[in-house]
């Protein structure tokens, strides 16, 4: 079975820092995809970055990067130089091998204080 | 470039109502996926259409069932609800390649259903 973990329940950072989100992940497949997406209030999901099980090399997207440790199976979000826009609650998840369906995490909900 | 867009925003029934949501995919995307967001959860997954058929579902009961229609767009309908269907209902949108993988999911806003 699948399974996302994210442990972060809220994080607070401070404007222009970095901050880390948390994801670990359960899975017996070979091929798999992990994704991250923003929901702010408005209840949207926006994606905001890849990783195949297959990429050697961390995926990076602006301000995002993913630190794949696939070993540890796990998938924590990165974000650099923090804006008050990035408040919102935060989703790691998994697209299994058939690639129909994609596994959620809890969400951590981060606040960027100013 | 017109996004996922679903109706209703919002919608109250009571308990043993029927509803149905409508959702249209971004477009050039030809596969849809439905997800329930409970208050303080993450999306899980219902089902999934592409050609205008179900290609896969989740660990939903058969009171959920859906529709694809010949222009992509599709609807979910929720029969004799429950309380417990109350929820935010996400569409999403995707590109499905010839590899089986479904791409990446884009999400309309949704719509939250509230059962009294």
């Known amino acids: 079975a699948q399974k996302i973990t994210q442990t972060q329940p809220g994080m607070f950072v401070q404007e222009k820092e970095a901050v880390t989100l948390d994801c670990t992940y359960d899975?017996?497949?070979?091929?798999?995809?992990l994704f991250w997406y923003k929901q702010p209030s408005s209840g949207e999901m926006i994606f905001l970055i890849y990783?195949?099980?297959?990429?050697?090399q961390n995926a990076t997207e602006g301000r995002y990067s993913l630190n794949f440790q696939k070993a540890r199976k796990s998938a924590n979000l990165v974000i650099s130089a923090s804006q008050l826009g990035d408040s919102a609650m935060y989703f790691c998840?998994?697209?299994?091998?058939?690639?129909?369906?994609?596994?959620f995490g809890t969400g951590t909900s981060l606040t960027v204080i100013p | 470039d017109a996004g996922v867009t679903q109706s209703p925003t919002h919608l109250i029934k009571t308990r043993g109502q029927q509803v149905t949501l409508r959702c249209s995919p971004k477009?050039?995307?030809?596969?849809v996926s439905w997800y329930q967001q409970a208050l303080g959860q993450g999306p899980q997954f219902i089902f999934q259409?592409?050609?205008?058929?179900?290609?896969q579902r989740g660990n939903f009961p058969d009171r959920f069932s859906g529709h694809q229609f010949p222009n992509y767009s599709s609807e979910l309908n929720v029969n004799a609800l429950l309380l417990g269907d109350s929820a935010l209902y996400l569409c999403?949108?995707?590109?499905?390649?010839?590899?089986?993988?479904?791409?990446?999911?884009?999400f309309g806003e949704g719509s939250r259903l509230t059962v009294l």
């Open positions: 990783q195949g099980s297959y990429d050697e």
């Open positions: 259409y592409y050609e205008e058929e179900e290609r």
């Open positions: 477009s050039g995307h030809d596969t």
């Open positions: 998840a998994m697209r299994d091998w058939t690639g129909n369906q994609f596994y």
């Open positions: 999403a949108s995707s590109l499905f390649k010839t590899s089986g993988q479904t791409g990446e999911l884009f």
């Open positions: 899975t017996s497949d070979q091929s798999y995809g």
